[in-house]
């Protein structure tokens, strides 16, 4: 990861490439079998012409081919890809592949350049960037460093534990240091009032 300044966080900085692909026509046992030779969880389908069209996790071959009783050697990954694939391009802030994923309910993204593919992001790597993330939030308070005032900063819902009541939320907001849910938050705010 390069240092910048500004300490944002690109896309391009944490995105895998280059990326798994299988074609439009590839049977369902040969996705399977790449997914499983790569160790990965998912592949991206491409047109004849190199194009993302497509997506198939390993979660898709279970419910649409395997539950089903297909046989693999008959499905085509067209026939199972989810479609299309959604993308961002690799100078976006990692925060909003973040709200892109959480706004359309994906767990992976596909990474442009100048309109071509060069790369995919999942949620497990913006996870993955979390603790480093959390390092430098804790340099900069501990240096005095707080950022813009409390009026100009930007809430940005996060995903987990709810410091309060201990329940999972995916909107949790910073209140008096402690990560809380909507209705903890709602509690808190009149406790204070």
């Known amino acids: 990861m390069e240092d910048r300044a500004d300490d944002i966080l690109l896309v391009r900085d944490i995105m895998v490439s280059p ?80 709200r892109m994923m959480a706004r359309l309910d994906v767990r992976r993204l596909v990474v442009k350049h100048k309109g071509k593919m060069v790369g995919i992001v999942t949620s497990k790597d913006l996870l993955a960037t979390l603790p480093s993330i959390l390092d430098l939030v804790l340099e900069k308070a501990r240096a005095g460093l707080v950022g813009p005032p409390e009026e100009e900063r930007e809430e940005v819902p996060l995903a987990g534990y709810c410091d309060v009541c201990g329940r999972w939320s995916t909107t949790l907001v910073e209140v008096n240091g402690q990560f809380v849910c909507e209705e903890c938050r709602a509690e808190l705010e009149s406790e204070e009032a």
Do not use: F, H, L, Y
């Not at 046992?29 to 790569?38: G, P, T, Y």
């Not at 391009?89 to 909003?96: A, G, H, L, S």
């Open 19 to 98: 990326v798994i692909t299988v074609r439009e026509d590839d049977t369902i046992a040969d996705v399977a079998r790449i997914m499983n030779e790569q160790g990965i969880g998912s592949v991206i389908v491409v047109s004849s012409d190199g194009e993302p069209v497509g997506v198939i996790t390993a979660r898709d071959i279970v419910r649409k081919v395997v539950a089903k009783g297909k046989a693999p050697e008959q499905v085509r990954a067209s026939e199972v890809m989810s479609s299309p694939p959604i993308a961002i391009e690799d100078d976006q802030d990692v925060r909003e592949a973040a």
